[in-house]
Structure formats: C-alpha cells, structure tokens
C-alpha cells in the first residue's frame, strides 16, 4: 500500500512542481501565456484520453505492469521537461507525462481497491492523501531547487525518486484475478449503472471546484493585495487537512455510504465558493478557505468510494479511469471558462458561476443515485445497470 502511495505522490510532485515553474518558463525561455495555457491544457487531455483508453486493460490481468509502464512514461516525460527549452519539446514532455500518469493512476487504485475491499474507503483516502500531498511538495521542491542549480532540477530529483520507489513495487505480488470475466473492449458500459453515473457527475464536480479554486486563487489575491504569504502558501495551507483527513474521510463514506457524504461535501463546497465572490478582503477568503479544507478532507474521497461500490469487481480499472478522465477533462474545461468569466466579469461573479454550476452537478449526481444512498457494500458485491444487488 504504501508503496503505491509513494508512487502516487511523486506523480502529483511532478505536476507540482510544473505548475509552480510557469512564470521562469515565460521568463526564461519567452514562452507566452497563451502558450503556457496550451501546456497545461494538453497535458490535462493526454491525461483524460490514457485514463478512458488505456486503464481498461488493468482489469485484464495487466494492472502491474500498466503501473510500472506508467511511471517509465511519467519518468521519461520528466526527463524531457528537465532538457527542454522550447515550447515544442515542453509540450511533448508534458504529453508523455499526462499519459504516463493516467496509465498508472487507476491500476494502483484498483490494486489497493482490491486488495482489501473490507476497507477500501480508507485505503482510497490515503491514496487521495498521498496525491495531495505530492502535488504541495512540489512548489516547494522548485523553490528550494531552482535557484541553485537551475530549472532542470526539480524534475530530475523527482525523476530519480520516482525510478527508486518504482523499483520496490517490482517485488510487490499483485493478485491480477477477478470475480467476473472483464469485457474487451472500453468502460463505457458501465455508463448504463445509474449509480455509477451518479459517482462520475459528483467526482466531475469535485474538479470542478478544483479547477476555478486553483485558477483564481493568485488573481484574486493579486487583485485584493493580499498579504504576500497568504497568496503564496495558501494552497500548501489548503492541502494540508486533505492530506490529514482523507483516509478518516474515505473510511466514513465506506461507514454510511458514499453518496450522502458526496452530497453533503460537495453542497458545502458550492456555498464556501459563494462565500469567496462576496467576501470583503483576502484575509477573509483565507479564512473561509480554511474551513473549506477541513470539509473537504473529510468528504473528497467519498466520489472514488462510490464509484468502487456501484461497479463489479473486475471492472474496478475501467471505472477509476472514467472517473479520473472525466474529473481532468472538467478540471481543463473549468480553468479555461472561469478564467474567462473573472476576466470579463470579475471574482463575484466568477465564484458565482462556479457555486451554481456545483449546485447542478450535486442534484443530477443524487438524483442518479438515489436507490445507493444507502449502500456501503463493498466491491465483491456488483449491481446490475439499474443499480440492484445482484447477489440477492
């Protein structure tokens, strides 16, 4: 388990790190904010088309050698951010990275999935937990590392971490069987399970919230003349009750039921990005962040909950990769829309936007799953596309 999770965590670290090296790539190399955007953004849909099209196969007895094959690209794709200079080159290292890692990220989570179902909600917090916190190590990693010995650095200690705790899981024993016989061909079956439906358009609206918070937290504060240690580790703040609260939370969604958990986070997520548009000062955005971050370090995990207990066993891969497809394209589409709307319209109105566009995910995501509200089963029992107990 944990190996995966460090696995998991370098991943998110190299993300991490790419975000936090924008403004020395403008600076450095020439390279535009249009250009910038189009890095970000490709990466996002190479990650999306690799989790949609590739994951399957993990349910195929291939889950292992898809992680492993998925932390060679991810590793490569570092090592070509670390030589380029270029906008071309950027990008084709940003592409490898994002289908490296949507090649990897839904086989570790149907290799912990299964490997002990009875707790399966914890075991996915602490994977949520491990991504978060990957993803705040690495702003810090370029800042400790650039200055001294340049922009290639954080993406080659991340690479030679990651090839380290690669090979550890070399020796791991992954049990590639499942209950069922797994289809062919792609996941997009199991879209006829109303429930399952239900845990995609709540996992779409956790990105959602994901991506207008992380596209105009630095605006807003610039706007707002924040202090300067608010707008600059406020994010690392907001990440760290995710990484403390996530298993605790997954192991409650697994407790009373996913869906309810969900409901109720994802409801409180739209009100406190409500909350953002109208409050007065960065300092009061701070605060209401705060406790943001305790809601949803206890509620985050409960989308990948859901989507484990409303599929069969053998499909888990197809299914965290829909989720995981669906959650980054939402998060693209979002950054571009929001941004666009707080340009033209301002932060109120921008928020807003987000907080009502939330507030309809929530209602469709319940309303689809409303016959699982009250189910905690874990992934050995599978559910017919009307969303039944079949073993019943």
Do not use: C
Not at 51 to 59: N, Y
Not at 264 to 277: R, T
Not at 320 to 337: D, K, R
């Amino acid at each position: 388990m944990y190996r995966f999770m460090a696995l998991s965590a370098l991943m998110g670290a190299g993300y991490g790190v790419l975000f936090t090296m924008l403004d020395d790539y403008r600076a450095e190399y020439g390279i535009g904010e249009t250009a910038l955007g189009v890095l970000i953004g490709a990466g996002f849909l190479a990650g999306f088309l690799s989790q949609v099209l590739i994951a399957p196969m993990a349910d195929r007895g291939r889950a292992k050698m898809l992680v492993l094959v998925g932390v060679a690209l991810n590793v490569f794709g570092l090592l070509v951010m670390a030589a380029g200079t270029t906008f071309s080159i950027l990008l084709a290292g940003r592409v490898v990275m994002g289908i490296g890692i949507g090649t990897a990220l839904p086989a570790i989570r149907r290799i912990v999935i299964l490997a002990d179902p009875e707790n399966l909600g914890e075991n996915l917090g602490r994977l949520v937990s491990a991504d978060v916190a990957g993803f705040a190590m690495g702003p810090v990693l370029a800042a400790l590392l650039v200055g001294l010995f340049g922009i290639p650095a954080p993406f080659l200690v991340v690479a030679v971490l990651t090839v380290a705790f690669s090979a550890s899981v070399l020796s791991v024993s992954v049990d590639e069987s499942a209950p069922g016989s797994s289809p062919p061909g792609l996941a997009f079956d199991l879209l006829r399970i109303r429930p399952f439906v239900g845990a995609l358009v709540l996992g779409s609206a956790v990105f959602l919230m994901i991506g207008s918070f992380d596209v105009l937290w630095a605006v807003v504060h610039d706007d707002m003349e924040t202090a300067e240690w608010i707008a600059n580790i406020g994010i690392t703040l907001f990440a760290l009750p995710l990484v403390l609260l996530a298993s605790t939370g997954g192991k409650l969604a697994q407790r009373v039921g996913p869906f309810p958990v969900a409901t109720i986070g994802l409801s409180l997520g739209a009100f406190f990005m409500l909350l953002y548009g109208l409050m007065p000062t960065g300092g009061a955005i701070f605060a209401v962040a705060m406790v943001h971050a305790v809601s949803d370090g206890i509620t985050i995990a409960s989308t990948g909950v859901a989507v484990a207990i409303t599929v069969p066993a053998d499909r888990q891969a197809g299914a965290q990769g829909l989720l995981g497809g669906f959650q980054t394209l939402t998060a693209g589409i979002t950054a571009v829309a929001i941004g666009a709307i707080s340009e033209s319209l301002g932060r109120t109105w921008a928020y807003g936007t987000t907080a009502i566009a939330m507030a309809v995910l929530v209602i469709v995501g319940a309303a689809l799953s409303h016959s699982a509200w009250r189910s905690a089963s874990p992934v050995s029992v599978a559910m017919d596309p009307a969303g039944v107990d079949r073993s019943t």
